[in-house]
Structure formats: C-alpha cells, structure tokens
C-alpha cells in the first residue's frame, strides 16, 4: 500500500508565503518524476510544477519567479515553496508521483490540500 500526504496548506493573506509538503510512504521501490496540480472551484486540474528525480523542473507560467519545487529522495519527500501568493492561487493543492513498488510502475495522487489566499 502506497500513500501520498500533502501538509502545509491553509489560509494566507495575499502577498504572503506557504510551504507544501508531500510524503510519499509505503513499498516504494524507485520514485520517479513528482509534481503539484491544483484545482481551483469550476476549473480543471491544471499542473502547478514538476521535479524529475534528478532534480529537473518545470514551472507553469503562472506561477514562475513565485514558486519553488523541491525533493529530497532519502526522506520520499516533495515541497513546494510559495512566495507572493495571489487571490487567484486559492485552489486545492494535489501532490502526484510516478513511483514503482514491489509489482510495477504507478501513478499515485495524495488526498489534496486546500490553500486559500485572501485578497
């Protein structure tokens, strides 16, 4: 059994900072690229960052220059860094893996974490 729980979310005043984290847990074998989606009430899940386990990122446009993702692979553990949140950054915060366990390759999503930044 392989679990994924995200913590740090909660509510921000607008041009203050959260961290997330995501602690991936379980018969992990290997764990592969890991990313934050959000969705926002009405919208699509849309993806916020991604890290490959070598360290490799990729920001979505709206969020580059404000938010930093990070990992550390000895604690199966992803962050994300937000800086100068915005109204529009209020959204449920979903941590998602591709990671191996004793059987095979999957894709695995955390329960989500709710981030409300107040205008």
């Known amino acids: 059994q392989v679990q994924l729980v995200e913590s740090g979310g909660g509510l921000v005043q607008a041009g203050g900072s959260l961290r997330l984290s995501c602690a991936a847990s379980g018969r992990i074998v290997s764990i592969g690229t890991m990313a934050w989606y959000r969705q926002a009430p009405g919208k699509q899940r849309e993806l916020v960052a991604g890290?490959?386990?070598?360290?490799?990122?990729n920001y979505a446009d709206s969020v580059k220059g404000r938010f930093s993702i990070s990992r550390d692979n000895a604690k199966n553990t992803m962050y994300l860094q937000m800086n100068s949140l915005k109204a529009e950054d209020t959204a449920v915060y979903y941590c998602?893996?591709?990671?191996?366990?004793?059987?095979?390759?999957?894709?695995?999503w955390g329960q989500g974490t709710q981030v409300t930044v107040s205008s």
């Open positions: 998602n893996a591709r990671l191996q366990t004793i059987g095979a390759w999957g894709n695995y």
């Open positions: 890290i490959t386990n070598i360290g490799t990122t």
